[in-house]
């Protein structure tokens, strides 16, 4: 009777010391669990690579946004600068010398000529002869990816004188006389991105700018 109690004690003991060897016992992974860590490492490879490439889409984003406002800016600025320097009709007068205003044009009675043309409403053309152009020399590219660009002339009360004379364009002396300064909105869109800038400008009556 004792003989069997020893033989199944070492028995057991045998296999537990086997166990804990290393053998094919609880120490070594299953099936199940190697597939499982397979799993939840695909999982993090994915949600890594999708984070990296939104990171690059909003890094590609911030340049190009940079690049299209910073076009924006420079048409605009060239823009006010040839309304706040418009020229005055005569010295002893401080009327602009402006021979045409709409809502996305202007026309300088010296020949300077803002325009969006009808057939490629997608551009912006300035045609300078402060700038050394001829008159009636082909514009040159203001900006391009234009969405809209709108002129709004205003009175010295900031009254919006296409609302004061009823009308959608100045086009006479008497009209383009009251313009004391004009609002500015530029809007330029490419690959899904759109820049919106705007500003108000005031006519200066400079004597030293004064037409002939």
Sequence with gaps: MSNWRGKLGAGLAARRATRRGGGHGGAAFTLVELVAVMVVLG????????????????????????QLASEASMALDRIVQMVKYTPQRAATTATPALSYVDGDEIVWENGDELDVP???PTTMLLRSVRDGDAPGSAARLLARDL???????LNDNGQNLFTVHGTTTLNTPALTADVHSMTLTLSLQRAGLTVTLGTRVFLRANAELSAP
């Design 43 to 66: 999982v993090i490879g994915t949600i890594s690579v999708a984070t990296v490439q939104r990171a690059a889409v909003a890094s590609t984003q911030v340049g190009q946004r940079a």
């Design 147 to 153: 969405l809209s660009f709108t002129i709004v002339p």
């Design 118 to 120: 009808t057939g490629a």
